[in-house]
């Protein structure tokens, strides 16, 4: 209950209330937010927050350094929001790059901390669990509505028409705030959410699953998002795709080109990086 949690864009859209629910944690001890402008204010204005977790602000890639020393857990919502019209793709080369030089940081500053980058992805909500998997654009977001926890049953019409919702949901949200910004608010209660799920397995506690885009062995892509068991030194066990219905499995098959190539593309970035 001691974690020592970064927030590498602290003072962005998502950033802000990110770091607001992090600080809100008994889990995290302290908490250092960095970005390249406004985060002294952003601190100060957090440290008011009766909650025992320090609050300090580091500005600028010159202090980027002491804001990561002694890290346990990372997390990154840095970089340019999406504005109506555009795709993440048009993205690509600006959040990649700063992306890239934060993830070199902190292999440099802080090697044996968790890193969670944090990338565009009826009942009582609370209960439902829906295992999302594959990528996070268009058709790759594959939702696994069979799996569903408690289990739940649609006409194929209505199945088509819930897993594009929920493919679009990002982009519904950016039309939605007509060019103000993109999906912040959700983005961060779930990118604190998983920094929770993280140090509730570093801490031993058993059968934490989160579903993350990894390094993976699953699928002919050699990255994809399925659960993972999460433990004391971060994945214990990829659970894979499990067993799918027809529909999913053509949704997957439909997503692997598209996804191998987004995947070429980050490779290709990081080989010609200088």
């Known amino acids: 209950n001691n974690a020592k949690v970064a927030v590498l864009g602290a003072s962005g859209g998502i950033g802000q209330p990110l770091s607001l629910l992090l600080k809100n944690s008994p889990l995290v001890s302290r908490l250092t937010l960095y970005d390249i402008a406004h985060t002294p204010g952003v601190a100060a204005d957090l440290s008011h927050i009766e ?14 350094p002491d804001c990561l020393k002694g890290c346990d857990v990372v997390v990154i919502p840095a970089g340019v929001p999406r504005k109506p ?51 996070h654009a268009g058709k790759t977001i594959i939702p696994l509505i069979s799996q569903c926890t408690p289990k739940v049953e ?42 929770f799920s993280v140090v509730d397995a570093m801490n031993g506690k058993e059968g934490v699953v989160e579903c993350s885009f990894v390094r993976s062995e699953e699928t002919e892509c050699s990255y994809f998002s399925t659960p993972l068991l999460l433990g004391k030194k971060g994945i214990e066990k990829n659970l894979g795709l499990g067993k799918l219905s027809p529909f999913e499995e053509k949704m997957v098959a439909e997503a692997i080109s598209e996804l191998k190539a987004s995947i070429k593309k980050g490779e290709d970035f990081v080989k010609n990086m200088k």
Do not use: W
């Open 85 to 135: 019209g555009m795709t993440r793709d048009d993205l690509f080369n600006t959040n990649a790059t700063i992306v890239a030089t934060l993830a070199a940081a902190c292999a440099k500053h802080c090697p044996e901390a968790m890193i969670c980058i944090i990338a565009n992805p009826g009942l009582d909500p609370a209960r439902v669990n829906v295992p999302v998997i594959g990528g």
């Open 154 to 195: 649609f006409p194929e019409d209505q199945l088509k028409t819930l897993t594009g919702r929920i493919q679009e949901a990002g982009t519904e949200v950016v039309k939605a705030k007509a060019g103000a910004g993109s999906a912040t608010l959700s983005m961060a209660y779930a990118g604190a959410r998983f920094v």
């Open 51 to 64: 909650t025992r977790a320090t609050v300090k602000g580091y500005l600028g890639p010159e202090q980027l």
